[in-house]
């Protein structure tokens, strides 16, 4: 994967000087893109000599929600024609690593077992923020297996208040 990092720095990079003061925007966007770049149908396709850059540019840009603005437009032709599909997804992780150093945040996953409505996760980003000592962007996944509770994930560190967590606890205090 180091290889997929380096060829996706000076893209997201580039990307981020680019957008200057609309980064969040820009982040959107390239999320979206590299969410159509994570399907394998879609790299073949690229990847496949008989496909035309132009070919494959209007099939992404068809696939997307919303309209890309001109620099989505100018960085998306560039991917193409340098044949970097498969580095969007890593493009896309970087230039949010570069966008939250700017806002001095970072990226928290929280594996929830259940649906966790927008009033709990506000009260929950106040708590998690309190306790990890900076400001998080939350991102809620869930994971079933977890019974109960949450799992917090805010780069290396984690915070595991789930149930399945607990009993695992309970069974390496039992079998000791």
Do not use: C, H
Not at 9 to 35: I, N, V
Not at 72 to 81: D, P, Y
Request: charged letters at 20%; glycine letters at 6%; zero cysteines.
């Amino acid at each position: 994967m180091a290889e997929i990092a380096t060829i996706a720095r000076p893209y997201a990079e580039a990307l981020f000087k680019a957008a200057g003061t609309d980064a969040a925007g820009a982040a959107a966007w390239l999320d979206e893109l590299a969410a159509l770049a994570a399907n394998e149908q879609l790299r073949q396709f690229a990847d496949s000599p008989k496909a035309l850059p132009e070919q494959v540019f209007t099939l992404l840009t068809g696939l997307l929600k919303s309209s890309l603005p001109a620099i989505g437009q100018n960085f998306l032709r560039t991917v193409i024609e340098n044949g970097r599909i498969q580095a969007l997804p890593e493009i896309a992780a970087q230039f949010r690593a570069l966008k939250n150093a700017q806002l001095g945040a970072f990226d928290a996953v929280v594996y929830s077992a259940f649906e966790v409505d927008s009033a709990a996760l506000a009260d929950l980003s106040g708590v998690l923020e309190k306790r990890f000592g900076r400001k998080l962007n939350l991102q809620v996944k869930l994971q079933p297996d977890l019974i109960g509770g949450i799992r917090v994930v805010v780069g290396d560190e984690v915070l595991d208040t789930s149930v399945k967590a607990r009993l695992e606890q309970m069974k390496i205090a039992l079998t000791a």
